[in-house]
């Protein structure tokens, strides 16, 4: 056997949003941990960490936090840093860094790359075309019956994917993608794809580019409002672990985890970080929608305080490119967004809320897009600042009562401009 890495003393966060709070909060929890730092983290990660106000944009600044603070260990959690290559930067400069390289992080940041990796991999996925004119959309649409699915090649911050009812609605969404350049450059190329029905699953794997372990499956909630019904957003809520079909997930390990692992090592990835694979359950079986080269928002605020074990361990040994196993405590996990009124197109910023004095270690509150309060002068007083603002979690025996425990200190907080979906676990709960 070989031997162990020496664990991380100080370790930096990149990130501010709910899925980097929770990262910190684990992170805290480490028996070798001594420090704690976000970049550039947000008021209500610096209750966790000691934040730094600094555009990571600015690599040489992001390398002079880690030199100052003896930073040994750095987790990045979005998926933009990666696509920009700080990893890089930041392997090539000798730092201990969780995250795929630039080149791998394309499985996420260009969903025509990943299609035709999840091809050559031989993952189950739906048929597609690639097209960039509206009159090639329309042809490849022939191919299929609707509703159609059209998803912008570049990073859209959860915008680029256009489910289309009809060849009208499709002719729509590819002249705003094509024609009115919605999105940018993002859109300037996109993926036709087959419907799946079925019910969606985050599989999130650790792999260091040749080999993986499975993180607890997590189910997330993506449309606004309750019962599925409303628009697409970042993730709603989210319960895990999920139950589900031994046989069901042995074909998932072996026809979408395995062959995805096996063809990162066969391209020779650089990749020691997360490997998340959105998968939809179809009547045929799996099929891969998605990868993600990062941790899931809001999968991760459930994932995360479920191991028993040691995050810093887990992550030392990562960035080294080693994988240990990973246990589970016999436990639940819930999480409630709490977004901003207007949420996905015009969240609401600055308005009041009032956010309870007290937490404990199974209901708890992170900080997703919230600030101090411009006026009130209460550790308590807070005011909205993002989309998603708040994640309220909770943990408990069962998923029940993990449930129970968020949502009991979502409905402690206070405020008008908030809001939240009343169904998160109902689906699991219900079988
Ligand atoms: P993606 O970013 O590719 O995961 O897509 C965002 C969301 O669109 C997914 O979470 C699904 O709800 C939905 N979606 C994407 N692709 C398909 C598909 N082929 N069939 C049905 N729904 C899809
Ligand atoms: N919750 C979905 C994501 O992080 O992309």
């Not at 995050?311 to 196993?325: M, N, T, Y």
């Not at 992170?366 to 006026?375: D, F, K, Q, W």
């Not at 809001?419 to 079988?431: P, T």
Request: a negative charge.
């Amino acid at each position: 056997m070989s031997a162990s890495v020496d664990v991380a003393k100080h370790v930096l966060v990149i990130g501010q949003g709910g899925r980097e709070h929770a990262l910190v909060r684990a992170l805290r929890q480490s028996a070798t941990v001594q420090a704690v730092h976000a970049l550039p983290g947000s008021d209500g990660i610096a209750l966790d960490a000691k934040c730094h106000n600094i555009d990571w944009k600015n690599f040489d600044a992001v390398l002079g936090v880690i030199r100052e603070s003896s930073i040994d260990l750095v987790v990045i959690g979005p998926e933009i840093p990666l696509e920009a290559g700080l990893s890089d930067f930041l392997r090539a400069n000798n730092v201990q860094v969780v995250a795929p390289s630039r080149e791998a992080a394309r499985l996420e940041s260009s969903k025509i790359f990943s299609k035709e990796f999840m091809v050559e991999a031989g993952v189950p996925t739906a048929r597609h075309f690639v097209v960039s004119t509206v009159a090639e959309t329309l042809k490849a649409a022939k191919n299929f019956a609707p509703p159609f699915v059209l998803k912008a090649d570049g990073l859209a911050a959860g915008k680029g994917v256009f489910i289309c009812k009809s060849e009208a609605d499709l002719e729509k969404a590819a002249r705003d993608l094509f024609e009115s350049k919605i999105l940018g450059s993002a859109g300037s190329s996109a993926l036709l794809e087959e419907f799946s029905p079925g019910y969606e699953i985050s599989y999130l794997v650790l792999t260091n580019g040749s080999d993986s372990r499975p993180l607890i499956l997590a189910q997330d909630h993506k449309r606004l409002l309750d019962n599925d019904e409303g628009p697409n957003t970042g993730g709603m809520g989210v319960v895990a672990p999920i139950e589900i079909d031994a046989a069901l997930r042995a074909r998932i390990d072996s026809d979408v985890v395995e062959r995805s692992v096996r063809h990162l090592q066969k391209r020779g990835f650089m990749f020691r970080g997360v490997l998340f694979i959105g998968l939809m359950i179809t009547p045929e079986g799996p099929s891969v929608l998605e990868y993600n080269t990062r941790f899931g928002d809001p999968e991760t605020q459930v994932i995360l305080p479920l191991l028993d074990g040691d995050w810093a361990v887990v992550f030392s040994e990562l960035a080294a490119g080693r994988l240990i196993d990973l246990k589970w405590k016999p436990l639940s996990a819930a999480c409630v967004v709490l977004a901003a009124k207007g949420y996905p197109d015009t969240p609401v910023k600055g308005a009041a809320m009032t956010l309870p004095g007290e937490a404990s270690a199974s209901r708890y509150l992170l900080h997703a897009g919230s600030a101090r309060s411009a006026t009130g002068h209460r550790s308590t007083d807070w005011q909205t600042n993002g989309g998603r603002v708040l994640n309220a979690v909770g943990i408990g025996a069962s998923l029940r009562e993990a449930i129970d425990a968020a949502y009991e200190i979502a409905n402690e907080v206070k405020s008008d401009a908030l809001v939240l979906r009343s169904d998160i676990g109902r689906r699991q709960l219900e079988g």
